[in-house]
């Protein structure tokens, strides 16, 4: 790998470290070049920016950040948020380097010119099928418009191609791995593509090895349906303090209800914004990855409905969440590498088909996740077949961790990856959350500590360990899982 | 392209087939790049010069549309061509890569699917999906080889046949589609191509969604012409080119009502079949009577004279094949991007004029193909070796007078056109029999001879039927 004499010079370039940026956790920057197409390198470049903070204590060894938390964040602005995070030790015992993925943030960023409305092309829920065919089709012409020479060669394999050229410009034969979401998808298939060069890789928030990429879509409905239900559940027993009735199921006719004046075109603003048939889906599934944003979306819900004052917290949380836009770039780049990853269907009508089904299955996101999709689009075919992965190719040794009412990443999905990557990993199962990315961010003691040993010595707790949730919002429901 | 040339390929070995012809098959790589990949067969046929003292060579034919048969167009040209030259060649035809008898795409394509370039929908949207239906079929059952189905990679093909067939250099016949291949030939291979016959000329700035919005015009002035002739005769349809337009229009308008019967065929004719056969009529002036004759017939229900409806007979007596359809809409949007806004296509058909307009400038499959091209399109400057000889009627509905005019001036000095000025015909050597067009022709491949300067020919009164 490191003997291919044309990537050699990818390998031993020079780097010029900034100062250490407090607006990143003291890490230094740099710029790295690689190959755009990995198959020829030396023919043109692109850009990674990385970042790197330097092990306060007894250097270990290097932990590489996967990019983002979802597929299209920035890698770097997720190392901020880890190092004000991480456990101490692992701060003493680690350089923690983090990079945004290519043709996003600091990394060769690609722009289309998108429209506001057209950057939630994810969830964005059809009016009809024809004109959500040509919503999805706008996107996709909009964002392979012009470059494509650069957006054909964005794809999870040259991401991970990308990520050894750092490991080798770090100076590491090998190096251990921390990704979520996205990044957990990274993890597995750096790790069969440069097994000898994986020591030890925590995933969390765990996306399924079935999933590349439109399975990603139309898991996430029934899912979702699952998530919206438990937040009813819970918002139910706190009938008192919102007033969104006293079960699950008349809080879930509640929030329908607003749902359902917006989709008949009645006025329904949030702080100004008026909220649109996607909006008004899209803004509970970034509540629903947390218990901890629970109340935020009850109240949410009940100033809807009553027109009574938002809390500071929900006020604080909507600013939060409206004054920080995904940045276009990452949008571009993920719909590039959805697309490039593996070839998508084409037809609409196995679309419509697929949109009329989970309409009626799942009212909530049904439509909009199983229905016709920018990749179905994209102008160029994928550059290489996706990654088989657990072919006894890789290496790497994993500790798997997922959260059992995870919504966007569920756990059936992470134990799909613990069943493909085999004797490999060791999985740990966190009880009674719906926190997506659960280490180091939801504060569970016991997994820190497991996460922490494991990332020092490689100890793992056995291949099958739960750790309880002592901080759980509600009880699990009668009939097991929701 | 690597510097180094190819190996020689192994010689072509002929079989006799039971017409006194030649066939074989020999291979190709599917990428061109990869001489070593993946490869598929073409279908070649020979018909060897039939005096073997006066042999001078090989006289290729290039296919005259993309997805229509090389083989079955060389066995045309071999009973239509003058006697000298089918004595003094070799005449070589070969179905294209991906069609006919080379390795043909089975997608599926249904009737409606087979008439795609001319297919329309009540409304924009339908027909969006309809297209996006096609470029999902190509990828369903192609992507991997949808990349190299493009015109620069028959031309490669058409070299790989030359050196199989051992000939330094070869002479070509293209007509429509073919007189492009041959041009991007003698750009790509010059050196290898002799004397070169361009009929029916395509224009390099046309590849291809330019194509359909150039026929769409011409189209429209065929049939503006075609109603001041028809009312010249003063018949039936009037005696004012306005009224029988408005026979034209009202019968188009009673077939998209619910459809109309001609006397003789068994269906009823919908709007979009009806316009269909209307350009097809028109684009011959020796089927210009027979529309008349259809206009009169499907508004008065009296029955088609016994030479329409010999002559509608003749043109659907052979089915299209679906896998015809497939190769050409391959090329067609495979040899340069298309548009990816939808927008476009919905301004253009909005704006919609003419009777095919919006069959034409609507969106198509290109809209949503699933590969872009490895390289670009073709770019072309004066020849530097061989000679080339276009041929041209000044009405041609199908490739109109423009692209030749083009592509005579991109070629320089060694080329020569040869204009038949006022006629609408597709095809002139040798199927228009103007005995002046193929008495040039005819010189220019035994010779090498071209005229020493552009020709301008008037129409010669050829008798009408």
């Known amino acids: ?441 939801y504060g569970n003691a016991g997994l820190d500590a497991l996460v922490t040993d494991f990332l020092l010595t490689g100890a793992t707790p056995g291949p099958d360990h739960v750790c309880p949730n002592p901080d759980r919002l509600l009880e699990p429901a009668a009939d097991g899982r929701e | 392209m690597s510097a180094a040339p190819p190996p020689p390929p192994a010689p072509i070995r002929w079989t006799r087939a039971s017409d006194g012809s030649q066939r074989a098959r020999m291979p190709v790589p599917v990428d061109h790049r990869d001489p070593d990949g993946p490869s598929i067969d073409l279908a070649l046929v020979r018909h060897p010069a039939g005096e073997p003292g006066a042999r001078q060579g090989v006289l290729v034919v290039t296919p005259d549309d993309p997805g229509s048969s090389g083989i079955a167009l060389a066995g045309e040209l071999r009973q239509a061509l003058p006697p000298s030259v089918t004595a003094a060649f070799d005449l070589v035809g070969f179905d294209h890569r991906f069609s006919g008898e080379s390795a043909p795409l089975q997608w599926g394509l249904d009737q409606r699917e087979i008439f795609w370039v001319f297919h329309q929908s009540e409304t924009f949207a339908a027909e969006a999906r309809f297209q996006a239906e096609l470029a999902a079929k190509a990828a369903e059952h192609s992507l991997d080889v949808l990349p190299h189905i493009t015109t620069r990679d028959i031309a490669r093909d058409l070299d790989a046949v030359r050196r199989g067939l051992g000939e330094e250099r070869v002479c070509l016949l293209g007509h429509n589609y073919g007189s492009y291949v041959a041009a991007v030939y003698c750009r790509m291979f010059g050196e290898h191509a002799d004397r070169v016959i361009l009929d029916s000329v395509l224009s390099p700035d046309w590849v291809w969604r330019g194509l359909f919005g150039n026929f769409a015009r011409t189209c429209e002035d065929t049939l503006r012409r075609w109603c001041e002739e028809t009312a010249r005769r003063a018949g039936p349809l009037g005696d004012s080119p306005q009224r029988v337009r408005d026979a034209f229009d009202e019968v188009l308008s009673k077939a998209g009502a619910g459809g109309i019967m001609l006397p003789g065929v068994p269906v009823p004719l919908d709007e979009q079949f009806l316009r269909v056969l209307a350009m097809m009529l028109l684009s011959s002036r020796r089927s210009h009577p027979a529309l008349a004759d259809v206009i009169r017939s499907a508004g008065t229900g009296a029955p088609l004279e016994a030479a329409t409806q010999q002559l509608i007979g003749s043109m659907f007596a052979r089915p299209r094949e679906a896998s015809t359809a497939a190769a050409q809409m391959a090329v067609l949007c495979g040899d340069a991007p298309w548009p990816r806004e939808l927008e476009e296509y919905e301004t253009a058909s909005r704006a919609a004029s003419g009777f095919m307009d919006r069959a034409l400038l609507g969106v198509k499959a290109g809209a949503f193909w699933p590969v872009r091209p490895l390289e670009p399109p073709t770019e072309f400057g004066p020849l530097t070796s061989g000679r080339a000889l276009l041929v041209q009627a000044e009405r041609d509905m199908f490739t109109s007078d423009v692209g030749a005019r083009q592509l005579r001036g991109l070629l320089g000095e060694r080329a020569r056109l040869v204009m038949v000025r006022d006629l609408v015909e597709h095809r002139v050597f040798p199927f228009a029999g103007d005995a002046r067009v193929d008495a040039v022709a005819e010189e220019f491949l035994l010779t090498g001879r071209l005229p020493d300067a552009d020709l301008v020919l008037d129409p010669d009164r050829a008798p009408e039927r």
């Open chain 1, 1 to 441: 790998m490191s003997q291919d004499p044309a990537l050699a010079r990818y390998h031993r370039q020079r780097v010029d470290w900034s100062h250490p940026d407090p607006g990143l956790g003291g890490a230094r920057r740099a710029v790295l070049r690689v190959p755009l197409d990995h198959r020829r390198p030396g023919e043109r470049d692109i850009e990674i920016g990385v970042a790197r903070h330097e092990a306060r204590g007894r250097r270990q060894g290097v932990l590489l950040v996967g990019p983002g938390d979802d597929l299209g964040n920035s890698g770097l602005n997720l190392l901020r948020a880890l190092l004000g995070s991480l456990p101490g030790e692992l701060v003493e015992a680690f350089d923690i380097v983090g990079f945004d993925h290519r043709f996003m943030g600091a990394s060769t960023p690609v722009l289309a010119g998108l429209d506001p409305d057209e950057r939630f092309w994810v969830f964005h829920h059809p009016e009809s099928f024809d004109a959500e065919l040509r919503y999805q089709a706008t996107v996709a012409a909009k964002c392979s418009a012009r470059p494509l020479d650069l957006l054909a060669h964005a794809n999870s394999r040259n991401i991970c191609r990308d990520m050894d050229v750092i490991r080798a410009v770090l100076g590491a034969d090998r190096i251990h791995y921390l990704g979520y979401s996205y990044g957990t998808y990274l993890g597995a298939v750096y790790g069969e593509m440069f097994g000898p060069r994986l020591d030890r890789a925590v995933l969390d928030a765990i996306c399924s090895p079935d999933w590349v990429w439109r399975g990603l879509f139309t898991d996430f409905p029934p899912n979702g349906e699952r998530a919206l239900n438990r937040w009813c559940r819970w918002a139910g027993t706190r009938h008192a303090t919102y007033q969104l009735g006293p079960t699950g199921p008349d809080v879930r006719a509640a929030y329908d209800s607003v749902v359902a004046a917006v989709d008949r075109g009645e006025q329904v603003t949030l702080m100004g914004f008026p909220l649109d048939r996607t909006l008004a889906r899209l803004i509970p599934v970034g509540m629903l990855n947390s218990e901890k944003a629970y109340p935020v979306l009850a109240d949410i819900v009940r100033h809807l409905l009553t027109g009574g004052d938002l809390e500071p917290d929900s006020l604080d949380f909507l600013t939060r969440m409206f004054g920080e836009p995904k940045e276009e770039s990452g949008t571009v780049a993920q719909l590039a590498i959805l697309a490039g990853d593996a070839a998508w269907p084409r037809s609409p009508a196995l679309y419509e088909r697929d949109m009329l089904a989970a309409a009626e299955k799942y009212p909530w996101t049904g439509a909009a996740l199983s229905g016709i999709k920018a990749p179905a689009f994209w102008p160029v075919a994928p550059a290489e077949p996706a990654t088989p992965l657990g072919t006894g190719a890789g290496g790497g040794d994993y500790l798997l961790v997922a959260a059992d009412e995870d919504m966007s990443t569920p756990w059936a999905a992470a134990r799909r990856m613990h069943e493909v990557l085999g004797e490999r990993s060791a999985f740990v199962t966190v009880a009674d959350t719906a926190h997506h990315r659960v280490f180091p961010f």
